[in-house]
């Protein structure tokens, strides 16, 4: 181990890599508690301030970082990842997180098949998050299961937010060019500017159907044309009774018609229960989307099996 400040001791175990920096493992020597620490380089600003945009956006600290550092230093909720400190050493600032032994992502590849209990344990983990996100007017934009963290006490947390957004009045324009292909919705698909926490409601949809598949993807598309097909495989075709909004979006277009699957063939072994809260996700329409306060007192989450607690989870593979 070697220190990295006068309060952190690093670990030596790379723990993960992200866009703009590396993720390291490390002891807070104040509280005796392993932390994870985000470490982004700092790239110097040309001395020439009239060069073009680009060049200075590759410069300084991206603001990517900077708004995860607004959020998470701002929202304090247990299924949000936290953000214990910041400081800057050399050429990089650091970002000390709490840290969290694996993801969905990692759950899934290890083939975990989880109870109906586990699932709504999971499942309003995830919620919570959200809900605590969407209180604050901010839409997360990008959630997939390698963005939902979880530690060997079975608490999951949402983090990554980088491409995180506050909506409100008056609507303000956004690109469309986000989310994980798989967890997108169709109106970003069809490249709306004007979108709300909806969309973080169907990527929801997307994360509790692998959750009841022990992680088989529902919707696997190649690229855009083809992630639309597979939505309109499984829900129909827009038209004017399920999406009347939709001939409006910049990049609609029109594909052949077709009836919505059954979703008991999809999932035969989820409850009704289970089936209901999950089309409630994935509905064509956004302004038709349970949001996330709805989600929360579904009776799904009330009624037999209740969610287990998050120390029950079976996920003993990475406690060790």
Known sequence: MFSISERYEQIN???????YGKVEKAIDKNSDTIVAIKKVKICELPSDLTESRQKV????????VLREIKIMNEINHPNIMGLRDVFVQGDFINLVMDYMESD????????????ESHIKCLLKQIILGINELHNWFIIHRDLAPANIFINSKGIAKVGDFGLARSYGQPRREYTPEVVTLWYRCPELLFGSTKYTHAVDMWSIGCIF???LTGGKAL???DDEVR????IFELLGTPNEDNWPQAKELPLYCEFSPRSPLNFKDIFPNASEMAIDLIQSFLRLNPLERISASQAL???YFKSYPLPCDPSELPLNYFKN
């Open 209 to 211: 159907a692998e959750l």
């Open 297 to 299: 007192e579904h009776e």
């Open 219 to 221: 919707l696997p598309g």
């Open 13 to 19: 175990a790379h723990i993960g890599q992200g866009t």
């Open 227 to 230: 992630q639309l097909g597979r």
């Open 57 to 64: 956006g590759q410069c300084g600290i991206h603001f990517t």
């Open 104 to 115: 969905l992502r990692k759950v899934f590849e290890n083939r975990i098949r989880f109870s």
